[in-house]
């Protein structure tokens, strides 16, 4: 896998390299066939041949071994040398004779079975090419649905292809379909014989070309390598190729005289949206974007040849770059030598000690069940041995003939045991919805002990490992409980064995022992108590080489992650945060702010910090200061390129008129960081109306989409000076940021601020579904949720408030803020809050139209976003495209994504706190009833809940208790049934605790409500 991901990376640049340096200097089909060499790369696996001339010669060996055979529970470097896999064989030959496990389902040459770090990236690996597969069927069904409802035959004479259609709202003329493949034409392009003629030979040469069938490739390739940017942009550039070649080819056939007019029609052509679906698209179509358009019109008129030196250079360097690139390491005998001394890694550089989180006050851990009365039965009782993952039993043989094994019983139980001749002795029981990855594995010298752990998926998001031992008797005592993916080995340096586990990516745990005793420690919980400030945001794997757990957090809510690293010790965890550069800074004064860069690069930048009124966009903000390459500059220059080269990065402001018109944007490499101001200044009543703070000023920083970088040669060198300057002047954007909050006291900012809150104003909400194809087949299947406020009811309470669509779900349950652009406000530089008022003001005064006096309501609002807001362009929806609804009915809200978190902890047996669980139970709806009952944990999920709910019902009163118990109860529309009951329980705990808050409380409700409560508590 590692050299499937390093020679297709590299073959990628090559390309790419080639594509630049040969630019214009041969045909453009050539240009395109370098393409079919990558391709290949991504979609075969396997290097047929080892060379001494393949790059993968470069990887050191440990590297790719770490990732591909090294175990999540590794051996210590004593037991197994650093060149040897673990193995079923080493693993017994370090045992006890009277425990030796032996795998009867894998061989001794094997790795020995579990969880491992190969297992782990697979399965991630396979998720994504999943999730990128299915967007691309759904997105490719979708647009084929789509074009059925509006295409109509199209008679032509002269098309190639059997079928031709007249399709409205296309973005460009399309060729479409794999199997029955047929042109899609605009109105646009059927508005002149000599346009449709251009556009039909334009679409034609795609299918002779194969175009509609390499899209199709071109997308199981990003399925297969979605981790890696490079495909993507391989994807992006050889699109782009697709389309330079098909203009070649389209001029030949239509001769050189319609070469220009043939231009004009490219330019007639250009979509001002986006295409739908993207990579993802298996349309060929005529859409580019402005740089893609620059470079089809250049090319059309430079009309590029291969020269014979061209094409010499261009054949050496693809069967260099095949013969690097398609063939593996060669052999090594020479392997690395072990050793036995200890080494104590360097503090990382770049690093400091920020905080020491002392182990003293962790509490001492015991199993749950600890004691286990063993239940034996009759070997009969199995009917099914459920298998590990790989179709095979996941049995783990013990040296005396015992077998554990995960079975299904003849109730349709699931019971993991010991099968020792006719008889079981059943240990635990599994309660969950799978039906394989159940597998046992050895450990040596864990905490004291050899023996056994399970390994099963105990819910949606993750998958236990379980430690058991046999005392002197044989029967099997539970030693550590891990709810997820564990490292296993000598962590913190005392010379014995520890557990580390880790939680839903931004979470580990920590067993340890001291004086023969076992410990727990929650590491999240433990650096909150030292470092308030601090949320961990992310975890990931444990660095074995230098014995650093690496890990992300912020400094403040929801703002920007930063590294930092833990390292264990015997008595404390150290947190080792990066150091804050102290360098020397260049200071410029831009539009009023300082922006500082480091000095030592003052000689290698080109700054602006001057732009005329060209650059300045009532959109886009004032564009403070561009910073270039100079290297890169002049080299573009030299050859004439002016533009698109040594881009480094661009710092605007933007006031919250144009941050609310870019938070609705693509946002594609760019992110506000900085904010300056306060709530707003009043006007037209603005203070108080967000649910979040709005600011005077907004600071963007935008980089690049595509690597900028430009050498006189055309060359990229990556191991040239050259490059190496270029990487480490792109990484300077940290420190730049970071110094211009401090030098001008702004404060740090996260777009998730914005993002990741619940509404946008302080008002009133309604929720309405829209069926975007009723209009057309009356179909309601999908729909998109509309979540609606009141913006002006804070200065104007009341029904007669104007109601506008403030955010909507896709039926896939992604959300969208929306604000109205200032092409529907028809006034630049206004907050939606002002268009707002003044709309309302007009509503108040009869002055209004009919489009805007159908504000009053929810629904006359939905109708106008529809009609109006450019989203769906649906300018007469038909009767019965809306409906309302009480809320976002989608398992991926965020309040349901909580839910399912809080259903996990709690059968993970973490404890939550009262106000955690308080205030996730709050929000439930009924969906969320809905949406944990779909997801199958197990029979046991409400278990843990209702205990949780009762603990807090008859708790110590705390705010706000009663009301979400409330709630919670009213959620759930189910008068009988295992969960009603139990929510009976909570409402009568609540009563208990302190009666007459829970009558207070009650006021809140209405009558209805209060009756079916009171009906409750009998």
Request: aromatic share 10%; proline share 5%; net charge negative.
């Amino acid at each position: 896998m590692i050299g499937w991901i390093v020679t297709s990376s590299v073959l990628i640049a090559v390309v790419l390299t080639l594509r630049t340096a040969l630019k214009g200097r041969i045909r453009l089909r050539l240009q395109y066939a370098l393409w079919l060499l990558v391709l290949v790369r991504l979609l075969v696996p396997v290097n047929p041949l080892s060379s001494p001339l393949s790059v993968m010669n470069a990887v050191p060996p440990a590297a790719v071994s770490h990732v591909t055979t090294a175990s999540i529970s590794p051996t210590p470097p004593d037991a197994v040398s650093p060149s040897e896999p673990k193995s079923h064989t080493t693993v017994q030959a370090s045992l006890p004779a009277a425990s030796v496990p032996q795998s009867s389902a894998q061989s001794q040459s094997h790795p020995a079975p579990g969880f491992t770090v190969k297992t782990a990236l697979l399965t991630v690996w396979l998720a994504g090419v999943l999730a990128v597969a299915a967007a691309l069927l759904i997105s490719n069904f979708l647009f084929a649905r789509r074009l059925r409802r509006v295409r109509r035959l199209f008679q032509t004479e002269g098309a190639k292809l059997p079928v031709v259609y007249l399709a409205e709202g296309l973005p460009s003329p399309c060729l479409f379909g794999l199997v029955h493949p047929a042109i899609y034409l605009t109105q646009e392009a059927v508005a002149t014989e000599t346009r449709l003629g251009q556009i039909l030979t334009h679409e034609e040469t795609h299918f002779r070309h194969g175009d509609h069938w390499w899209s199709l490739l071109r997308g199981v390739a990003l399925a297969l390598h979605w981790y890696n940017p490079l495909v993507w942009l391989a994807a992006i550039v050889s699109r782009r190729d697709a389309e330079l070649c098909c203009d070649e080819d389209t001029i030949r056939r239509l001769g050189e005289e319609q070469r220009i007019d043939y231009g004009r029609t490219l330019l007639s052509m250009v979509s001002q949206r986006r295409d739908p679906a993207g990579l993802l698209s298996c349309a060929t179509t005529m859409t580019s974007g402005k740089r893609g358009l620059r470079e089809r019109i250049t090319l059309l008129a430079k009309r590029p040849k291969t020269a014979a030196t061209a094409a010499v250079c261009l054949l050496l360097a693809v069967c260099m770059a095949a013969g690097c690139t398609f063939t593996g390491p060669k052999p090594s005998s020479d392997s690395a030598a072990g050793t036995d001394e200890p080494v104590t890694p360097d503090l990382p550089v770049g690093y400091k000690l920020t905080g020491t989180v002392p182990l003293e006050d962790v509490q001492a851990y015991t199993p749950e069940n600890q004691t286990v009365t063993p239940a034996e039965v009759s070997a009969s009782d199995i009917t099914e041995i459920l298998p590990d993952g790989t179709g095979k039993d996941g049995i783990l043989t013990l040296s005396d003939g015992t077998e554990v094994l995960c079975y299904r019983d003849k109730s349709g139980d699931k019971y993991w045991a010991l099968k020792r001749g006719d008889t079981l002795t059943r240990f635990t029981r599994e309660d969950n919805c799978y039906t394989d990855c159940y597998s046992a594995d050895p450990f040596q010298d864990v905490f004291g002990h050899d023996g056994f752990r399970i390994v099963c998926p105990r819910g949606a998001a993750y998958t236990a490992y379980d430690y058991y031992y046999l005392d002197e008797d044989g029967s099997p005592q539970l030693l550590a409980e891990c709810a997820n993916y564990v490292t296993e080995g000598d962590l913190n340096g005392d010379g014995t064995k520890e557990l580390l586990w880790y939680y839903h990516g931004n979470e580990s745990y920590y067993y340890f022992e001291r004086e023969g005793k076992l410990y727990l420690a929650d590491v999240n919980g433990l650096i909150r108590d030292v470092l308030p400030d601090w949320t961990v945001s992310g975890v990931k794997e444990f660095d074995q080489e230098d014995a650093i757990l690496p890990i992300f957090y912020q400094s403040i809510q929801n703002g920007p992650e930063s590294p930092a690293y833990l390292r264990f010790t015997p008595e404390a965890i150290q947190v080792l945060e990066k150091e804050k550069s102290t360098e020397e800074m260049t200071v410029y004064i831009c539009k009023g702010v300082k922006i500082g860069l480091p000095a030592k690069y003052a000689d290698q930048l080109i700054v602006q910090t001057e732009f005329d009124s060209s650059e300045y966009s009532e959109t886009y903000g004032l564009p403070l200061i561009r910073v270039s390459e100079k290297g890169s500059v002049e080299a573009g220059k030299a050859d004439g390129i002016s533009e698109g080269v040594g881009w480094l990065f661009t710092i605007r402001r933007l006031t919250r008129a144009q941050y609310e018109q870019y938070i609705c944007g693509d946002r594609s490499e760019e992110f506000a960081f900085a904010v300056s101001g306060t709530d707003g200044d009043g006007q037209y009543g603005n203070v108080g109306q967000y649910t979040a703070p709005v600011y005077d000023e907004y600071y963007v920083f935008s980089t690049a989409t595509d690597v900028q970088f430009y050498s006189s040669d055309g060359k990229i060198d990556t191991q040239s000076d050259a490059w190496k300057n270029w990487e480490e002047l792109c990484d300077m954007g940290d420190a730049v940021r970071a110094d211009m909050i401090s030098r001008n006291g702004l404060t740090a900012y996260s777009d998730d601020q914005f993002l990741n809150q619940d509404f946008t104003y302080n008002s009133a909400h309604a929720y309405i579904k829209y069926y975007p194809y009723y209009t057309f087949d009356s179909d309601k299947s999908l729909y998109d949720t509309l979540v609606l406020s009141q913006p002006t009811q804070s200065i104007r309470p009341g029904e007669d408030s104007v109601w506008c669509v403030e955010r909507w779900y896709d039926e896939f349950g992604n959300c969208y803020p929306y604000f109205p652009s200032f092409d529907v406000i028809e006034q630049e530089n206004i907050t939606a809050v002002e268009y707002y008022n003044r709309l309302q003001q007009c509503c108040e005064a009869g002055s209004g139209i009919d489009a805007e006096m159908r504000q009053l309501t929810p629904l006359g609002a939905a109708e106008s976003f529809v009609t109006e807001s450019g989203w769906y362009n649906d300018p007469n929806p038909a009767a019965g495209s809306f409906a309302e609804t009480d809320g976002v009915d989608t398992a991926y809200t965020a309040q349901n994504v909580l839910a399912q978190q809080l259903v996990l902890d709690l059968m993970a047996r973490r404890t939550v706190d009262n106000e955690t669980l308080l205030s996730c139970a709050g929000g439930f709806t009924a969906d969320t009833w809905g949406v944990l009952g779909r997801n199958e944990y197990g029979s046991d999920w409400w278990t843990p809940l209702k205990a949780a709910l009762l603990k807090a019902a008859a708790g110590e009163q705390q705010d706000f208790r009663d009301q979400r118990l409330l709630h919670l109860y009213l959620s759930y529309s189910k008068s009988e049934g295992t969960i009603a009951d139990g929510l009976k329980d909570v409402l009568s705990a609540l009563y208990q605790a302190d009666p007459l808050t829970f009558d207070k409380t009650l006021d809140i409700c209405t009558t209805s409500e209060q009756a079916r409560i009171r009906t409750a508590l009998g």
